[in-house]
């Protein structure tokens, strides 16, 4: 399967990979080019027990015989994927990557001590969720392009306000390349269970509520909504309860455009079951960031990062991403989704 990258602007345009270059590429319209980035890490625990919470599967003695030599490989393997992200658009690689299915915060902080990451002083933030497995959302940053003002949490609550243990919602606000800009974090309810949309739906809905919060108190901060939806596009959470448009020309005043949409209408996903590609890792992002918004910053270009060797190549799961275990098996994979990627403009001469 060959890499594949579909790129939403005005018209389709096909992306290539360039390394070495020692300033960031500037397109046609002369934008300085900012990469964003989501991706699902599939289970980044360390090897201790959590009495906490149900890791004991992620131990040297649990199922998948969980140890130093695993976990080290797992994360070199992340590390390598993450430092590739938006390097053929920016040297710099990504500006700002959502990141899901992390235990804590000392395994964030690992990763980006790792390998291709080690050195380039990323930073971090993550707060503890009361998920029963203990995997949570966080934010990995380049502070030189992105600074924080302040980061929230969202607790998930069913409609009356009785809580639910599942991830928070992670609200992060600050200054991307000097452009006010908030980007929630999120990761919704899985598919177990015939009764499981309703609880997509909510999150969405708690999304939304927060999203117009931050509208109304400034229409020029760019809203970046990213994470493992569990849903596809067109699915009632995205579409509906959170109201995210396919088209740029359908997003109103203080909307939201799924830049994912068209993509996955193309036939393509970040991550299969039974043979179907789902795009559940979608990026979301307010009207302020489109052309003619309010925000100086404006939306490029949406892909998938898809690499060769990110793809397991032969086997019953033939095509599918390359996960770290395929039931006890240890495939020294990387994860089982696919990061998602949009670029954020900003034209040189602007101040």
């Not at 934008?31 to 959590?50: G, I, K, Q, S, W």
């Not at 200054?175 to 609880?199: F, K, M």
């Amino acid at each position: 399967m060959k890499k594949i990258y579909l790129l939403l602007s005005l018209a389709l345009i096909s992306l290539s990979c360039s390394s070495g270059q020692q300033n960031p590429k500037q397109n046609s319209n002369n934008n300085t080019l900012y990469p964003v980035a989501f991706y699902n890490v599939e289970n980044l625990f360390d090897t201790e027990r959590d009495l906490s919470i149900m890791d004991e599967d992620f131990t040297p003695g649990g199922r998948y015989k969980w140890d130093n030599d695993k976990y080290q490989k797992k994360l070199n393997n992340l590390a390598y994927v993450i430092s590739r992200l938006g390097k053929d658009k920016s040297p710099e690689g990504f500006a700002i990557l959502g990141v899901a299915e992390v235990e804590n915060r000392k395994v964030m902080e690992d990763l980006i001590d790792t390998g291709d990451l080690s050195g380039k002083n990323y930073e971090i933030v993550h707060e503890d969720s009361p998920d029963g497995r203990g995997i949570d959302v966080g934010l990995i940053y380049n502070p030189q392009i992105f600074t924080v003002t302040n980061h929230k949490i969202y607790p998930y609550t069913l409609i009356g306000g009785t809580p639910y243990k599942t991830r928070d919602i992670l609200v992060v606000s600050g200054t991307l390349a000097g452009e006010p800009v908030s980007i929630l974090v999120n990761h919704w309810p899985s598919r177990r269970g015939e009764d499981s949309e309703p609880l997509r739906e909510r999150a969405a809905s708690i999304c939304k509520h927060i999203s117009d919060s931050i509208y109304k108190a400034d229409p020029q901060t760019g809203i970046i909504i990213m994470g493992d939806m569990n849903d596809d596009p067109e699915d009632k959470s995205t579409r509906i309860a959170l109201g995210a448009k396919k088209l740029e020309s359908e997003v109103q005043e203080g909307g939201l455009f799924n830049t994912m949409w068209q993509l996955h209408e193309s036939g393509l996903g970040s991550l299969q079951y039974r043979g179907k590609w789902n795009l559940f890792d979608q990026i979301i992002i307010s009207q302020s960031l489109l052309d003619k918004g309010k925000s100086k910053l404006n939306f490029i270009e949406a892909g998938i990062y898809n690499e060769d060797y990110l793809i397991q190549q032969s086997g019953n799961y033939q095509g599918y991403p390359l996960r770290t275990f395929s039931g006890n098996t240890f495939l020294n994979g990387y994860s089982d989704h696919f990061p998602t990627l949009i670029y954020l403009g900003k034209n040189k001469n602007t101040k």
